[in-house]
């Protein structure tokens, strides 16, 4: 079983709002595989799917961003999940609106979610896609900036930023993180 995590924060004040990319992500997914309704397990909302032959397991945390750890390492723990069986989609300040970069392990860079990911998982060995979505304007904070929704210009490169990421976990879940670098790091120049 692989994990895909998709960060972000609960309720509907969050909903569409840029640090909520990953659960964005995630819905994507659930739709395109015909998910059942999700459950809450493991502080967060949870459905699996089948990609291709692989089970996945999708996990968008209910904890808010900076706690999704606890959420992670108690599915990770559950079901006995290797770091590299895990994907964690999370939303990027450094990186311009829609661009979308995949690593397999390294520093949070300043993402909190991520960070207490790999806090609980006592490891950096996590892969992740991370998701521009562009830097404040201005003297607005990082912390306001991200709780904020899109513009309407950028809504439409967002969307297809989330269907390019999407299509990114699907290459990972079936061929790893070699094959989804190679394919989606270069065509995301």
């Known amino acids: 079983?692989?994990?895909?995590?998709?960060?972000?924060?609960?309720?509907q004040k969050y909903a569409g709002t840029r640090h909520n990319i990953g659960f964005d992500v995630v819905?994507?997914?659930a739709r395109r595989w015909n998910a059942a309704p999700s459950k809450l397990k493991f502080e967060a909302e949870t459905t699996d799917?089948?990609?291709?032959?692989?089970?996945?397991?999708?996990?968008?945390?209910?904890?808010?961003m900076n706690a999704s750890g606890r959420s992670v390492q108690a599915a990770v723990s559950f079901y006995q999940i290797e770091l590299e069986d895990v994907f964690v989609i999370c939303d990027d300040m450094n990186l311009p609106v829609g661009r979308n970069r995949i690593r397999k392990s390294g520093s949070a860079g300043g993402q909190k979610g991520?960070?207490?990911?790999?806090?609980?998982l006592r490891s950096d060995e996590v892969p992740r896609l991370r998701i521009g979505v562009g830097a404040p304007p201005g003297t607005q904070s990082g912390a306001d900036f991200v709780l904020s929704k899109f513009a309407k210009a950028e809504r439409a490169e967002m969307d297809l930023a989330v269907a390019r990421a999407a299509d990114a976990v699907e290459c990972w879940a079936e061929q790893g993180i070699a094959a989804a670098m190679n394919a989606f790091n270069a065509a995301d120049k």
């Not at 991520?114 to 609980?120: A, G, P, Q, S, Y």
């Open 1 to 11: 079983m692989k994990l895909v995590v998709g960060l972000g924060n609960p309720g």
């Open 27 to 29: 819905s994507e997914l």
């Open 49 to 64: 799917v089948l990609i291709g032959t692989t089970k996945v397991l999708l996990l968008a945390p209910q904890t808010y």
């Open 114 to 120: 991520l960070k207490n990911i790999c806090d609980h």
